[in-house]
């Protein structure tokens, strides 16, 4: 008898479940939960089928799901391909870039963890603060030919001051969306927005980032994880003189 690939992994899940909000399903390990992963269109068409349009994945009896697959990650990945075709210097998530680790509830080492992972990969992580918006934590993949300042400089500084494109004393609309797709949904796939780099080059760019909500898990603090290639930045008005 022959499986899909689905088929075979979902044989090594605990047998599926739906609550009010999603398809439920269990992996029995690692190996499972990330090839699951890798089959997320097909995930999401079973979760379909049950009438959900999520599904969580856990790991074992986790209390928590590991990953967290929406039915909009479809049309994510259909508006990022023709993204692509308009812009091809960005390069564009696929869909399996949208399934990302669930890190609303995660504590302290569940995060030291995710940004190893990310910073091993050659990404840029950056940690800033959901209270006062002031960065906690920068990595050292992130260049002052994108950024204009080093890591080191970035500790502590006030990202409205750059969320403010048009220097006006408040922050973009660009800004309030962010925030409120994090409230809903802890994780924002691909989100584009611009800001203006600090004092004194203040030119403004185009960046594209995954970011991620995590609730207590940085001392207790509410934070945003915001994840992104070196290379998905544009220049869209140069310095100021």
Same mark, same amino acid.
């Given at each position: 008898?022959?499986?899909?690939?689905?088929?075979?992994?979902?044989?090594?899940?605990?047998?599926?479940?739906?609550?009010?909000?999603?398809?439920?399903?269990?992996?029995?390990?690692?190996?499972?939960?990330?090839?699951?992963?890798?089959?997320?269109?097909?995930?999401?068409?079973?979760? %379909?089928?049950?009438?959900?349009?999520?599904?969580?994945?856990?790991?074992? @009896?986790?209390?928590? &799901? !590991?990953? /967290?697959?929406? #039915?909009?990650?479809?049309?994510?990945?259909?508006?990022?391909?023709?993204? %692509?075709?308009?812009?091809?210097?960005?390069?564009?998530?696929?869909?399996? @870039?949208?399934?990302? &680790? !669930?890190? /609303?509830?995660? #504590?302290?080492?569940?995060?030291?963890?995710?940004?190893?992972?990310?910073?091993?990969?050659?990404?840029?992580?950056?940690?800033?603060?959901?209270?006062?918006?002031?960065?906690?934590?920068?990595? /050292?993949?992130?260049?002052?030919?994108?950024?204009?300042?080093?890591?080191?400089?970035?500790?502590?500084?006030?990202?409205?001051?750059?969320?403010?494109?048009?220097?006006?004393?408040?922050?973009?609309?660009?800004?309030?969306?962010?925030?409120?797709?994090?409230?809903?949904?802890?994780?924002?796939?691909?989100?584009?927005?611009?800001?203006?780099?600090?004092?004194?080059?203040?030119?403004?760019?185009?960046?594209?980032?995954?970011?991620?909500?995590?609730?207590?898990?940085?001392?207790?603090?509410?934070?945003?994880?915001?994840?992104?290639?070196?290379?998905?930045?544009?220049?869209?008005?140069?310095?100021?003189?």
């Amino acid at each position: 008898m022959e499986f899909t690939e689905i088929e075979y992994y979902l044989q090594y899940c605990d047998k599926l479940t739906v609550n009010d909000q999603a398809l439920i399903i269990r992996a029995n390990s690692e190996l499972v939960l990330n090839a699951l992963r890798r089959c997320w269109k097909s995930v999401i068409e079973i979760a %379909q089928k049950q009438k959900r349009d999520t599904a969580f994945i856990y790991l074992g @009896d986790a209390e928590r &799901p !590991y990953y /967290k697959i929406y #039915d909009w990650f479809l049309q994510m990945e259909e508006n990022q391909s023709q993204s %692509q075709e308009i812009n091809p210097e960005l390069p564009a998530p696929t869909g399996l @870039d949208l399934i990302a &680790p !669930y890190l /609303k509830n995660a #504590d302290e080492i569940r995060v030291l963890e995710f940004m190893k992972e990310k910073i091993s990969e050659g990404l840029i992580v950056i940690i800033t603060s959901q209270i006062d918006n002031r960065c906690r934590f920068t990595s /050292k993949s992130l260049k002052p030919e994108r950024a204009f300042w080093t890591p080191e400089q970035f500790v502590n500084y006030d990202y409205l001051k750059s969320w403010d494109i048009d220097q006006i004393g408040r922050p973009s609309q660009e800004y309030e969306r962010m925030r409120a797709l994090l409230d809903r949904d802890s994780f924002i796939p691909g989100y584009e927005y611009s800001l203006r780099r600090p004092k004194p080059d203040l030119a403004l760019c185009r960046y594209r980032t995954d970011y991620y909500h995590v609730a207590d898990g940085w001392g207790g603090e509410p934070i945003r994880i915001g994840v992104s290639h070196p290379d998905d930045w544009q220049l869209l008005q140069p310095a100021v003189n």
